[in-house]
């Protein structure tokens, strides 16, 4: 590894170091209080006149700049930012000198001493003794431009939290989402299970999926694009309501909403369908909305989100009819439909599958038109393999995706199909399409049709994209960001 004259110049501050007898980077730390807490501490006592005693903070240097016998600082940690005020008489003249010699912008440093006020106002540490704890060969990002290079912060995401307080911010938004969606759901005696990850035959999803070979085995493996038909076998061992948050791997294209490696919600509910899972996320989502904003109402990418129930339910056929002027049901020839769709400005690729069509007529037409949040419901039965007919109409499925803020679909909701001959069909169907050429159709799963022969209740499914729902919530426009 060649190093750089800037990297050379800090290896060697920290030789100093270890010449003098301190180790650039010791084995542990003595914090008493976070940078946060000492503020508060600070407040709080001075408004009693019971100034507390001496503490020792640690952080990262973010700034330091010298005035004649006094030099300033400030050190960030995980919760704030506090000044330190360093005299040389206060901490010895061998220590002011090595901290103008080796202590560099990004260092993480230990400091012990009695906070105050400065003549500006500002709270900060007078600080008594200081250490390093942690030499840094790198120099961090430059603070006020961040970084420029949008492929070096995906990269380096490290870099990106260490320059940038908003990305640092979307994650803790992320991680209010996921702990509110588990609260939800525990709640309402939803039990918290794990299914497998290497699978010996992929399903639950229309997606191409990443393959790996077991050697002891000899056999291909693929990383699941779901864990849909792995919960609903739990529902036919008994359990009644189910859900996993997990990673999910599909190997497909990469754009602002798609993601190779993605994180997914799933959870189903025996003896529910999905009307009463429409009420469910409508609950869910106000609920994880009021955790991250203290209320039902946000800014996405300038437009206001209210979600409020109930949200508008509008039927698939509907929702296109009315975009594009094309009722699918009148053209049940795969040709025939992909030229209406095309004449109405659909971007559409030769040899698409009539399902696919309606599929992307969604997706550039219906999809675009929707801000607030609105389930579409009533898919054809096609587009839907694992969803059950609808009593009124079996060329239909009751499935339902909510969809918000024009670009976003949340998820992907059933009542799921439980009779295991029409699910073997729809399997079979899935096959025909495989070998016409699309190579996101399901393969025919036949354990998992001998599973629902066993039976399996009437159940209610939903799938929510996590990373999705945090780009919602977090108004971010790309997935990457999040």
């Known amino acids: 590894m060649k190093l750089s004259e800037l990297q050379d110049i800090r290896l060697e501050k920290a030789r100093a170091l270890r010449d003098q007898g301190v180790n650039p980077w010791p084995n542990r730390a003595q914090r008493t209080h976070t940078n946060a807490e000492a503020l508060a501490r600070f407040e709080t ?31 960030e940690d995980g919760h704030g930012r506090i000044q330190l005020y360093i005299r040389k008489d206060a901490v010895g003249e061998d220590i002011y000198a090595d901290i103008l ?139 009644e309501r189910v859900y996993e948050i997990c990673k999910d791997f599909r190997n497909e294209g990469i754009d602002r909403n798609h993601s190779p490696e993605f994180t997914m919600l799933e959870f189903y509910e025996a003896y529910s369908d999905y009307e009463s899972m429409m009420d469910t996320v409508e609950a869910l989502i106000v609920a994880v909305t009021t955790a991250v904003h203290g209320g039902p109402r946000f800014n996405f990418q300038n437009q206001e989100i209210d979600v409020i129930p109930p949200w508008p339910r509008k039927t698939l056929r509907d929702a296109i009819r009315e975009t594009t002027g094309i009722d699918y049901a009148d053209h049940p020839e795969q040709a025939d439909l992909l030229r209406v769709a095309r004449e109405a400005g659909a971007d559409i690729e030769e040899g698409t599958v009539w399902p696919r069509i309606v599929d992307e007529l969604l997706k550039q037409f219906v999809r675009p038109t929707l801000i607030q949040p609105t389930f579409l419901i009533d898919y054809p039965v096609e587009l839907s393999p694992l969803a059950k007919r609808k009593a009124d109409d079996p060329t239909h499925v009751e499935r339902f995706q909510p969809i918000v803020g024009r670009v976003i679909e949340l998820g992907n909701a ?19 399409d495989r070998d016409a050429g699309d190579v996101e159709a399901m393969p025919i799963d036949l354990d998992y049709v001998t599973a629902l022969m066993y039976g399996m209740p009437p159940t209610g499914g939903v799938g929510i994209g996590i990373d999705r729902l945090v780009m919602l919530l977090a108004d971010q426009p790309t997935l990457r960001d999040v």
């Not at 507390?52 to 004649?68: E, F, K, N």
């Open 414 to 432: 059933f009542t799921e199909l439980n009779d295991p001959m029409d699910q073997l069909a729809r399997f079979e169907d899935q096959q025909k």
């Open 45 to 75: 006592a001075q408004a009693s006149d019971d100034l507390p005693d001496d503490q020792t903070l640690v952080g990262r240097i973010a700034s330091l700049r010298h005035m004649g016998k006094t030099l300033f600082a400030h050190i």
């Open 101 to 239: 010699k080796v202590y560099d912008l990004g260092d993480f440093v230990q400091a012990t001493g009695s906070l105050f006020r400065t003549r500006t106002g500002e709270v900060s540490l007078r600080v008594t003794a200081i250490t390093m704890l942690s030499k840094a060969i790198n120099a961090p990002p430059e603070k006020w431009h961040g970084l420029q290079d949008v492929e070096i912060r995906y990269r380096q995401r490290y870099l990106d939290l260490l320059s940038n307080e908003e990305v640092r911010r979307i994650f803790r938004v992320r991680s209010r989402i996921i702990t509110a969606i588990r609260a939800f759901l525990d709640e309402r005696d939803y039990l918290e299970v794990e299914t497998p990850t290497l699978q010996p035959l992929y399903g639950g999803a229309a997606a191409r999926p990443f393959v790996t070979h077991h050697h002891a085995l000899d056999q291909e493996f693929y990383l699941r694009i779901a864990d849909e038909l792995y919960l609903k076998r739990l529902l036919v061992g008994g359990y």
